[in-house]
């Protein structure tokens, strides 16, 4: 059953939501939006501290509970659902922030699958930009992208990049490997 869940992974500013936003537009294909982004449009606008610049720890705390809440609601729904990161980029974070990792969030990145192969967004200069919810330099992009191949590959999973490439190329590539 969790095949059916795919992950695209990767550093920030690396096209993931581009491109899911392409696929679900142009093919079809249901998509889970990054928890991350929301969190930080949901926390400005009321005025909230959970953001990555101001309380991290609550930040991934909001981020882990979306990306449990949104594993459910894929796994009830059926289908194939593309995720713009999952419950491991939680963990990623943390460890990239050193943070103290609750071992809810551990045994939930351990236990709470994903499709077997994951596919990562390698960080990619030429097109990463910074924005009003993206405030990491570029370093940290690269830092971030490490951090999650390595660790999806810890937990089992099978990692393959990205090709830095047109957004029909990547799409393709992801169809191609995808369950349908």
């Excluded at 974070?93 to 699958?113: D, H, M, S, V």
């Excluded at 009003?132 to 990692?159: H, K, N, P, W």
């Excluded at 047109?166 to 169809?175: G, H, Q, V």
């Amino acid at each position: 059953m969790s095949e059916s869940l795919i992950v695209i992974t990767g550093g920030p500013g690396a096209g993931k939501s581009t491109l899911l936003d392409h696929l679900h537009q142009h093919h079809g294909l249901n998509v889970v939006e990054e928890g991350g982004r929301a969190i930080i449009r949901e926390q400005l606008a009321r005025g909230g501290d959970a953001l990555p610049w101001a309380n991290r720890e609550a930040y991934c705390r909001e981020m882990f509970e979306h990306a449990l809440a949104t594993r459910e609601r894929a796994l009830d729904a059926g289908g194939l659902w593309l995720f713009d990161r999952g419950l491991p980029d939680v963990l990623g974070y943390a460890r990239l922030c050193g943070l103290a990792i609750p071992q809810a969030l551990e045994t939930a990145a351990r236990e709470l699958r994903y499709g077997s192969t994951v596919f990562l967004a390698p960080a990619w200069e030429a097109i990463y930009r910074n924005d009003a919810e993206r405030r990491q330099d570029f370093a940290e992009a690269q830092r971030t992208a490490a951090i999650m191949s390595d660790l999806y590959a810890e937990l089992g999973y099978r990692v393959l990049e990205l090709p830095l490439s047109s957004l029909e190329e990547r799409a393709n590539f992801i169809l191609a490997e995808c369950p349908m």
